[in-house]
């Protein structure tokens, strides 16, 4: 008898996301079918309950149930790898569990990571994931606090500057430097640690050394050699999106 050919569920709001991640893992992991691809957790839940996915790539904040309510049916059943936009949910997640987690915008680098680390637990049973589960819950329903100013260095003057300020952050050397309409400042805080304190809606981290206000973002446009490139309302420079981030600007 022919044993039955791994199958995977992807539940991703986000349309353009839900098709780059299903590009990828069928690119990545060929032997790997992936029966449905859906757009919200009631989708979600049926999905699953008729396909019984060996492998469910499930992101945390859907509409309708959410990624964690789904992934309580999913408990003990399925091995779940979450995909998130949330730096602190997924390495909850991970910790606690999971098989895994992907963060959005989409790396082939991480998803592969991610894959190898699926192909190796295929052979244990699913984790229980309901202690984790709770968690990721009370963190979801925590309010967020983010930056509102930062303290930075401007020669020998230290500058209280808000976040409304601020173009954009560059890594430089062992500094950030910020940039706002009129000045540049330093700062001892990684680019890294800058994307875990910022709202997401409104900072987008570009590439790997360059977050950006996406109110500051005037234009979207290609150079010669197809790289996209972001012009600034009130910079003369421009900003490099690297591949992994390009995807945030596919429905601009």
Not at 43 to 58: I, M, N, Q, R, T
Not at 171 to 177: E, F, L, N, P, V
Not at 208 to 214: H, K, L, T
Request: net charge neutral; proline share 5%.
């Amino acid at each position: 008898m022919t044993p039955a050919r791994l199958c995977a569920l992807i539940a991703e709001d986000e349309a353009v996301l839900r098709d780059e991640l299903q590009t990828l893992i069928e690119a990545l992991w060929p032997e790997l079918q992936v029966s449905a691809a859906v757009a919200d957790g009631r989708s979600a839940l049926a999905a699953f309950e008729e396909l019984k996915p060996h492998v469910l790539f499930l992101d945390i904040q859907m509409p309708g149930l959410s990624g964690i309510e789904v992934a309580r049916r999913a408990s003990g059943r399925c091995h779940v790898v979450f995909v998130t936009a949330h730096d602190e949910f997924a390495v909850a997640a991970f910790e606690q569990g999971a098989v895994d987690y992907v963060m959005k915008p989409f790396s082939s680098e991480r998803l592969a990571l991610a894959i190898s680390r699926l192909k190796s637990r295929l052979s244990l049973p699913p984790p229980n994931l309901e202690g984790m589960l709770e968690s990721l819950a009370r963190q979801l329903a925590q309010p967020r606090s983010y930056l509102r100013w930062i303290n930075a260095s401007l020669g020998n003057d230290l500058r209280l500057i808000t976040v409304d300020e601020i173009c954009y952050f560059r890594s430089d050397a062992k500094y950030t430097r910020i940039v706002t309409a009129s000045q540049e400042s330093l700062i001892r805080k990684s680019v890294r640690e800058l994307v875990a304190e910022l709202d997401p809606g409104t900072f987008w981290q570009v590439h790997r050394s360059i977050i950006v206000n996406v109110a500051e973002i005037a234009r979207v446009q290609r150079d010669f050699r197809g790289r996209m490139q972001l012009s600034l309302k009130h910079r003369p420079e421009t900003l490099p999106v690297s591949h992994p981030y390009a995807s945030l600007f596919r429905q601009m």
